[in-house]
């Protein structure tokens, strides 16, 4: 509230209420002292009623050096303030923070305010009135600089109408000359002068009364004299040094535009008016601190309780030569806190951490940004940090602060955006979110964009997380790159966690998920995204934690764990990773500090049409540096050895899944998304120069030119390529699934379907996927795809993986398919497991295409010829692919050593015996070494058990043939004997 202005009052009348203030103060005097200050208190209060100069000048310092009171201290501060007010220029230069004048306690004698045009305040710190509680003093704003300046104001005759405003609304009812003294103030000499005087004074009292105070940390009622509370320092310290002549002491309260800042959670700079600071007169001291009854200052044997200002704000001016170092007592309603400032301390984060951060390069960002338990300063907490640039103000709220983040707020550090805090005594398991205030003043709470750990859902809040893992997969990581990815066996199981066993977490799936991979034979497993999000039916794909494993099987550490376990068991981990966009959920990343951030600003661009998510702004390079980073976090920290990228084909195109008139063209009239094109490049090329041996893998289901082709590497189309190590190869599969659901006496018509691919074959490094999408959604498990009784069905299965696993390019199948599980699977229960119990009679069948599963992967592995030349069109070479009417394919597969393996397939539920198949004439034999209709399988067991050697009867355009026995179903792998 802004108090009436003193102008037309009646002198006579404020003379008579200020004496009757001081006579007050006075009564509050110890007993030895009391005539004594009495006869200064009616001294002082006659002197305010005689002429406002000479008196002024003069009288009230000698008398307050001669008689130590108090009250002559009221009158010389009064001169102060008039002083202060002559020079509207300078004085508004130096920090004078607002003081409350209606507050119910005194400030320390020492801290004499210099606020301008405020008597009352001076007045208020005799101890002597119990002001009016309603009325505040506002004063103008300070610049930023002013608690490091000690030198007095210089008086000039330039005014600033602006500034000298607020100053004459300031009024008090015990300061009757103010105005006079203000109008009438010629020189800066008599007031400091006065000031000086003054503060010695002061000091005395202070010195004199300081050991009379035993407990110094004792609550002190609002009516006792500030100077009680402070301990005199010991024996053994160095004398206070008095102020120096010409210094004028100022208000230690905060001001009252840094009041209302920090009251609405928008200042920018928190800690440059919170804290200790450097004033004229010694060390302001300032802490907000709402709901506490009280705060002291605690600096080795100096106890001062601060000034309650009101509103949650305490403050204190101490003579002191420096900055001490200092702990804060802050009495609550039935508890003390003691601890370090959080106001005290420099920024915890390095001025290169800033610099990368502008610049969207910091390839460690989750170093620089969340919450990182650390030691700063000699002192352990945690240093808080977001980027929130088009916020007005951010404060930490959590369970250390029962989720009030007013006595939190955070400072911006320049022009990059990002927000601080280190906050002293909080450590790992603390929940936090941030306050932000956006653009239009209202607040939103936000989850950690950078957070390592979150509460499990459907609470959504961030933890304070240090990682205590130690590992011992160095032997892995040390041969994971001895090969490139697409040179090397790479047979991958896909499992979505919380699913294949449910219930279990990290450390229980690490006790049964590496045993039972690492029998079946797969090289790596896929992990369906594990980064945190909210609705456990996207699988994971609608990520809000983006650097946090998802809670609901434990902790980042316990994921760690699992990790650990999978590759001292010699498996590879794969993971999903998923930047192609991300839900709208209020308390994530939408919209984060009240304006689109990490979504693009234009609507068109934003919004994804088909999942009703937002679509990340790649042209933004914070944006950017945020997933680049990302992808760099779970390498790096978590060792996974490759990333899918989901949906990459939707972050290519502007118009993927719009109508004409929803998207708009790029600068050369395309629809290509140039920003995603060098967001993809720049991840590709970090991830593959920071961590030797890891791969990428595209989820791309259009024919992008150069997914697989190195980033400097341009092609046809102008664009460099985009980095990827593999890619996902979804014509195959969408071809090769639509094959074998036709019935076996249509399939002839749809032959082209099998052989297709491999007109493209090596336009990429490729991934044969059989993936989760393909068995959910009404689209039926695998095995239920197949034609035919169940018979039929399990040995199309069969039939089909051999052909998979023998056509060029690398294998994935989804949990559940390595052993025909009927039904689509279920996020909510998982493989139907019971499938494989002995009680259950069809077991045999089940348990049969398992053993197939393990048997191929096994085969595979020491086969080179099925992965060695993957990519190398020398290392294929069709034998028959022509055969419609029968049904049949046959191709050979080359090592580079020109080993061949020899893979027919019949996919007609005939028996065809033999059936001569034209094969290279430098092979002395062959034999059988898979054959997917064995009776171990669940077949018919028709099987070419004898060694095959061929006959020079050229046939299918090679020398030399040999005849076989093609089970009905089945697909067979013969090497040479």
């Known amino acids: 509230m802004t108090p009436p202005t003193p102008s037309g009052s009646d002198p006579k009348k404020k003379a008579a209420k200020a004496a009757k203030s001081v006579k007050k103060a006075a009564e509050k005097v110890t007993a030895p002292r009391k005539a004594a200050k009495e006869a200064a208190v009616k001294k002082a209060a006659a002197e305010e009623t005689v002429t406002k100069k000479a008196a002024a000048k003069k009288t009230t310092a000698k008398k307050a050096v001669a008689k130590k009171t108090t009250a002559t201290k009221a009158v010389a501060a009064t001169k102060k303030s008039a002083a202060k007010k002559t020079t509207p220029e300078r004085a508004t230069a130096k920090k004078t923070p607002a003081v409350k004048t209606g507050a119910a306690k005194s400030t320390p004698a020492k801290s004499t305010p210099a606020k301008t045009g405020t008597a009352k305040t001076t007045a208020a710190q005799t101890g002597a009135t119990k002001p009016v509680p309603a009325k505040k003093a506002p004063a103008s704003v300070p610049p930023k600089t002013a608690p490091a300046k000690t030198t007095a104001p210089k008086p000039t005759a330039a005014k600033n109408p602006a500034k000298k405003a607020p100053a004459k609304k300031a009024v008090t009812a015990k300061a009757s000359t103010t105005k006079a003294t203000t109008a009438k103030a010629t020189t800066t000499k008599a007031a400091a002068t006065k000031a000086a005087t003054t503060k010695a004074a002061a000091k005395k009292v202070t010195a004199k009364r300081a050991p009379a105070k035993k407990v110094a940390a004792e609550k002190v009622t609002p009516k006792k004299v500030a100077a009680e509370k402070i301990t005199a320092p010991s024996a053994a310290e160095p004398p206070e040094a008095p102020a120096p002549l010409g210094e004028v002491t100022v208000s230690p309260a905060v001001d009252a535009g840094d009041r209302e800042r920090l009251l609405a959670g928008t200042h ?100 620089a940004l969340g919450a990182q338990p650390m030691t700063h300063q000699g002192v352990t907490g945690t240093r808080f940090t977001v980027w929130a640039p088009n916020a007005r103000g951010v404060r930490v709220a959590g369970t250390f602060n029962f989720w009030d983040g007013a006595a939190f707020p955070m400072r911006s550090l320049g022009g990059t955006g990002v927000w601080e805090l280190f906050a002293p005594g909080i450590g790992e398991g603390e929940l936090y979110k941030f306050e932000i205030t956006r653009p239009d003043g209202s607040k939103t709470l936000r989850a950690d964009p950078l957070a390592r750990r979150t509460e499990v859902p459907p609470n959504t809040s961030s933890v304070i997380d240090t990682s205590r893992h130690e590992w011992h997969d ?13 040179e090397a066996p790479f047979s991958v199981y896909e499992i979505h966690l919380p699913s294949w066993r449910p219930g279990l977490t990290y450390r229980q799936l690490a006790e049964q998920l590496p045993a039972y991979v690492k029998d079946l034979g797969f090289t790596h497993v896929e992990l369906m995204p594990v980064a945190e999000h909210p609705f456990g039916g996207s699988w994971g794909y609608q990520v809000t934690g983006f650097y946090a494993p998802t809670a609901r099987l434990g902790t980042p550490d316990d994921f760690k764990y699992l990790v650990d376990a999978l590759h001292q068991a010699g498996i590879g981990v794969l993971m999903d990773w998923v930047p192609a966009h991300f839900p709208r959920d209020d308390w994530a990343l939408a919209e984060f500090d009240g304006r689109p951030l990490y979504e693009h600003e234009d609507p068109l661009r934003s919004a994804h049409p088909d999942w009703g998510t937002l679509e990340f702004d790649y042209g933004r390079r914070e944006v950017r540096n945020f997933l680049v980073a990302n992808a760099i976090y779970w390498c790096e920290e978590f060792h996974i050895d490759g990333l899918r990228v989901d949906a990459v084909a939707s972050m290519l195109y ?44 595209a989820e791309e289901s259009t024919a992008w030119d150069g997914v697989t082709r190195a980033t400097h590497h341009k092609g046809p189309g102008g664009f460099g390529g985009l980095g990827f190590g593999l890619k996902w190869n979804m014509g195959w599969m969408h071809d090769s699934l639509g094959y074998v659901q036709h019935d076996p006496i249509h399939r ?42 169940w018979w039929q069905q399990r040995a199309t299965h069969r039939a089909y993986l051999a052909f998979m696993w023998a056509h060029p390019g690398k294998q994935l199948l989804f949990m559940g398919q390595e052993f025909a599980q009927g039904a689509e699977w279920s996020e909510a229960h998982g493989p139907d497991w019971w499938l494989l119990d002995p009680a259950y009679g069809a077991e045999p069948d089940h348990r049969g295409v398992r053993d197939l599963v393990r048997d191929l992967n096994t085969v595979y592995r020491h086969t080179p010829a099925l992965w060695e030349r993957d990519t190398d069109p020398a290392g294929f070479r069709w034998v028959v692919g022509d055969a419609a009417e029968d049904n049949v394919f046959a191709f050979l597969r080359y090592d580079a050593e020109g080993t061949p393996l020899l893979a027919v397939s019949n996919f007609s539920p005939v028996v065809r015996h033999d059936y001569r198949i034209g094969v290279p004439d430098d092979i ?24 095959l050697k061929p006959d020079a009867t050229p046939w299918h355009g090679h020398p030399a043939s040999i005849h076989l026995t093609l089970p009905p179903l089945a697909t067979v792998w013969l090497r040479p004997a």
């Open 268 to 367: 920018h700079e928190p800690h440059a008016v919170l804290g200790a600071h450097p004033v004229p007169g010694g060390i302001a001291f300032r802490a907000y601190r709402p709901y506490a009854l009280s705060v002291t200052v605690v600096a080795g044997d100096l106890r001062a309780e601060l000034h309650d200002d009101g509103d949650g704000f305490f403050s204190g001016l101490l003579s002191l030569r420096e900055v001490p170092e200092y702990r804060l007592l802050v009495a609550y309603e039935g508890a003390t806190q003691d601890i370090e400032d959080a106001y005290a301390f420099l920024p915890a984060l390095g001025d290169l951490d800033l610099h990368l951060i502008g610049e969207g390069r910091h390839e460690q960002l989750w170093t």
């Open 474 to 486: 160095q032997e892995w990581l040390e041969r994971r790159g001895q090969a490139p990815a697409h």
């Open 654 to 697: 502007l118009d993927y899944s719009r109508e004409p008139g929803q998207w708009i063209p790029n600068v050369h009239g395309g629809r290509e998304n140039l920003d995603a094109v060098d967001f993809l490049q720049e991840m590709n090329a970090t991830v593959y120069r920071r961590v030797p041996g890891v791969v990428t893998i």
């Open 748 to 789: 002839k018509y749809h032959h082209h379907e099998m052989t297709f691919s491999m007109v493209y074959a090596y336009s990429e490094n490729y991934v044969l996927p059989i993936s989760h999408d393909e068995v959910v959604h009404g689209k039926r498990s695998l095995v239920s795809k197949m034609p035919g009784d």
């Open 924 to 947: 002395p034999a062959w034999h059988e070494s898979l054959n997917t209709d064995a009776a171990p399988y669940g077949g018919t067991d028709l099987t070419n058990p004898h060694t």
